[in-house]
């Protein structure tokens, strides 16, 4: 298939500047794409992008991610009622590193390989242009009048915060990206979000504007969930490619928790699952719903992809252990890793051993009193690393303590606590 083909089947075009794009797409292109470094790691709103960009590499064409290092530093007005906090030069770095990492998961980078990527920072042929140069070389070419009939622009006129001339002036510097790298890499294409068409047709019509060379642009949809909600966050936040940010169980149940009106749309844009495996997955979403084995694949998928091998297994461990799973024999590091968001005390061991676990579980804060913690055992509602506390009598042991430094306590089916030595 012509890859716009199968941007078209997997939802992942809505619109180009040229019609003669599909017949350019016969030939290998160099193609790229922005990232804002307004973090040090991706979020999964960003996995369009990220797509998109691997399936060009796949099908043969050369990629370029950039990251704006310089357009970082004034914040990119489309799709916000506010301008942003400006980060300072230090901050860009760190996020640079970050989102280099979240990318070579999906993108070869590696200059060994037949077709590699490249990555690159604007702020490295923007940091030599004064602004005498700027206004003179390329502020020239762009019109007022269509700068100011951006919907962007248009949107943020019209707010009651207004729009600052350092925001106005974003979509110069991104049109400046596209002709940098036409010029140096020989790159026609840039793809991005439906909301960065202005900025896109910006470098464009730079590019011919300049050089009298036409390039080419493609947007694919943001995606929302079938409540119009915006795809990528839970709970109001956003799920981000680092563990560290979003634990591997938490993004691996985002995923899970994708609704049937959704999950067939998903397997379309965020796997490389054949369109034939993902028909049969639909099926199964009509014929048995209730198995959620489409949502199963749709979380696995991605898990795999983002944590590797090592984060799938801890996320389905987790899940597990959760949800009634004994903790025995796993390592204190994974346990540790399991239970990193439950609420946890750290206490001298001398406080624990050969004490009641009336007492312990008092002292940690687990619960609010000692009268609570033996009403709590007393209805045979403790466990103690899976296993139910029997009686009042029961002593914290050393064989309690999983490698000497961890125990892991719940009352009722889901209130866990981690206790550290």
């Not at 999964?44 to 370029?64: P, S, Y």
């Amino acid at each position: 298939m012509n890859i716009l083909d199968t941007f078209k089947a997997r939802y992942l075009f809505e619109d180009t500047t040229s019609s003669e794009l599909q017949k350019a797409l016969d030939k290998p292109l160099t193609v790229y794409a922005g990232f804002d470094p307004t973090n040090d790691s991706l979020q999964a709103g960003n996995f369009v992008t990220i797509m998109a960009l691997a399936h060009l590499q796949r099908a043969g064409h050369k990629v370029i991610a950039l990251v704006g290092g310089a357009t970082g530093l004034i914040g990119d007005p489309s799709g916000k009622s506010k301008e942003r906090n400006l980060l300072s030069a230090e901050q860009v770095e760190k996020n640079l590193e970050g989102i280099k990492e979240n990318l070579s998961r999906f993108i070869d980078f590696d200059p060994a390989s037949p077709n590699p990527a490249l990555m690159v920072n604007n702020y490295d042929w923007f940091k030599g242009i004064t602004f005498i140069e700027l206004l003179r070389d390329v502020g020239r070419y762009f019109r007022m009048g269509v700068m100011l009939s951006k919907d962007s622009v248009k949107t943020r006129l019209e707010s009651d915060d207004g729009m600052s001339f350092t925001e106005f002036c974003y979509q110069i510097l991104q049109g400046y990206d596209f002709l940098h790298l036409y010029k140096t890499y020989g790159c026609t294409m840039q793809i991005g979000g439906s909301d960065q068409w202005g900025n896109i047709t910006a470098g464009t019509e730079l590019v011919r504007r300049v050089l009298g060379q036409e390039v080419y642009g493609m947007t694919f949809p943001l995606v929302c969930d079938s409540t119009g909600k915006k795809f990528g966050k839970s709970e109001g936040n956003a799920i981000f490619l680092d563990a560290r940010k979003t634990s591997v169980y938490d993004f691996y149940q985002f995923f899970l928790r994708a609704m049937d009106a959704d999950v067939i749309r998903y397997l379309k844009i965020f796997t490389f699952l054949s369109m034939e495996r993902i028909a049969e997955l639909e099926q199964a979403v009509a014929t048995a719903p209730e198995k959620r084995e489409a949502q199963q694949v749709l979380a696995e998928e991605l898990t795999r992809a983002v944590h590797g091998e090592q984060g799938l297994a801890i996320a389905r461990k987790t899940t597990e252990v959760l949800f009634g799973g004994s903790i025995e024999g796993l390592p204190a590091a994974i346990v540790e890793t399991i239970f990193a968001n439950v609420p946890s005390a750290t206490l001298p061991k001398e406080s624990l051993l050969g004490k009641p676990l009336v007492d312990v579980i008092a002292l940690a804060g687990m619960m609010t009193s000692k009268g609570e913690a033996k009403r709590l055992v007393q209805q045979g509602g403790l466990s103690l690393n899976s296993l139910k506390v029997a009686g009042l009598e029961r002593v914290f042991e050393a064989s309690d303590l999983i490698e000497g430094r961890l125990a892991v306590l719940r009352s009722g089916k889901k209130n866990f606590f981690l206790l550290k030595v």
